[in-house]
């Protein structure tokens, strides 16, 4: 899953990124509000946190111009001041949620897993389909209770899917999710993956739509092939 980081403060982008990026998601920075604006606004990312005091753009701005054009990924703010009247005013503008700084950062991941999770139709931390369950907190991989150890392309690949249980989903949009952007001639290596990532789970969650993409399976019926 792709988040989007746009934060001024080098070192605590920096921080954020390595945190998220330990949690198992893919991260983009950026360090002024034009130029995260107009990445959430053209690219698209699961999740996005957003410091209030940004230069060129204030990050009230860059929220409102977002939900005024329909964006409508989930955004934690980030802010150092403790002024219940701008919290306020954050939420009303369609934030989901907030952080005040200093802050640690085991919360933000948990509040930005959270956040994904309910985008995506999930209240809980472990996602479930047929016998296959993935704790989003751990990463933990589990196939009727067997441990199922998985590299870190193939967690993404995995929790992408699971997150969208059901619903085709395109080989480009995959890349996206896997490495942050989509990359040309990338359809051998991604096969090649869902192929491994299919050998450990050992069950036909993961299916092929040929010419269209993968799809996980709540029922693991049909094709698996």
């Known amino acids: 899953m792709r988040v989007l980081v746009i934060e001024d403060e080098a070192r605590i982008a920096a921080d954020i990124a390595r945190a998220l990026g330990a949690a198992g998601f893919v991260v983009e920075v950026a360090h002024e509000g034009e130029d995260g604006w107009y990445r959430g606004d053209s690219e698209e990312f699961q999740a996005v946190v957003l410091d209030l005091g940004l230069p060129k753009l204030d990050g009230l701005s860059v929220l409102r111009r977002w939900r005024a054009a329909n964006r409508g990924m989930p955004v934690i703010l980030l802010t150092a001041r403790d002024g219940w009247r701008e919290k306020v005013e954050g939420i009303n503008s369609g934030a989901d949620d907030y952080l005040t700084k200093p802050f640690h950062m085991e919360e933000l991941v948990a509040r930005v897993r959270a956040l994904t999770r ?108």
Request: glycine content about 12%; proline content about 4%.
């Open 118 to 225: 309910r985008a995506g139709g999930h209240a809980a931390p472990v996602i479930k389909a047929g016998s296959v369950e993935l704790d989003t907190r751990t990463r933990e991989v589990n196939v009727a209770g067997r441990p199922v150890a998985v590299s870190a392309l193939e967690y993404r690949l995995l929790l992408h899917l699971m997150t969208h249980l059901d619903r085709v989903v395109p080989q480009g949009e995959l890349s996206v999710a896997i490495h942050g952007q989509e990359r040309e001639n990338d359809s051998n290596a991604l096969e090649a993956l869902v192929a491994r990532l299919r050998r450990k789970l050992g069950v036909p969650l993961i299916q092929t739509r040929r010419g269209h993409g993968y799809v996980a399976v709540d029922g693991q019926i049909g094709d698996g092939g």
